[in-house]
């Protein structure tokens, strides 16, 4: 925070005083700046930046478990990757190219592995872990436990004698 200021927030409000580092999300902190209240704090997006969440997650093998990811996790990678293309047709490196290829393997294994465990958490009601997900994630997350929990009062119903196609 650049300057002492009250942030009314649905929860309540937050009394932040210059200096106060606060966790927002990025709309709210673009607001902000936007009236020079405060600066945003940006972790630095690059290889290891991917390679520390992506050694997370093959590290947390158990199929129940996701380890948690910042809610913008998929936007600045995506940045990154963009970046790095910028950067490769500007002066093709040997290493650019290399974090390139790199970037786009880990990030394709961290995202299907976590895919997996969205699919797996969605029969089993992984509600518990909602704020690891990503709001992407909890999109797919809650589409396929809606379509599982229809799927299963069909059947449910079916087994009771309802809903017969054959007339």
Do not use: C
């Not at 009601?125 to 299963?152: C, V």
């Amino acid at each position: 925070m650049k300057k002492d200021y009250i942030l009314s927030l649905s929860g309540g409000t937050i009394n932040a005083k210059k200096g106060d580092e606060i966790d927002l999300p990025r709309w709210q902190a673009l607001y902000l700046k936007s009236i020079d209240v405060a600066d945003i704090k940006e972790e630095e997006v690059d290889i290891n930046y991917l390679n520390s969440y992506h050694f997370k997650e093959k590290r947390n093998q158990a199929p129940n478990q996701l380890s948690p990811l910042p809610q913008d996790f998929y936007i600045k990678i995506s940045s990154f990757i963009k970046s790095l293309d910028k950067a490769i047709s500007q002066n093709p490196t040997h290493m650019l190219i290399n974090d390139r290829e790199a970037a786009e393997k880990n990030f394709i294994e961290l995202s299907e592995s976590r895919l997996l465990k969205l699919i797996r958490l969605s029969q089993t009601n992984g509600d518990d872990l909602r704020d690891r997900m990503t709001p992407e994630e909890f999109l797919i997350y809650s589409t396929i436990k809606n379509i599982i929990f229809s799927w299963r009062s069909y059947i449910l119903n079916l087994s009771k004698g309802g809903v017969n196609n054959e007339q």
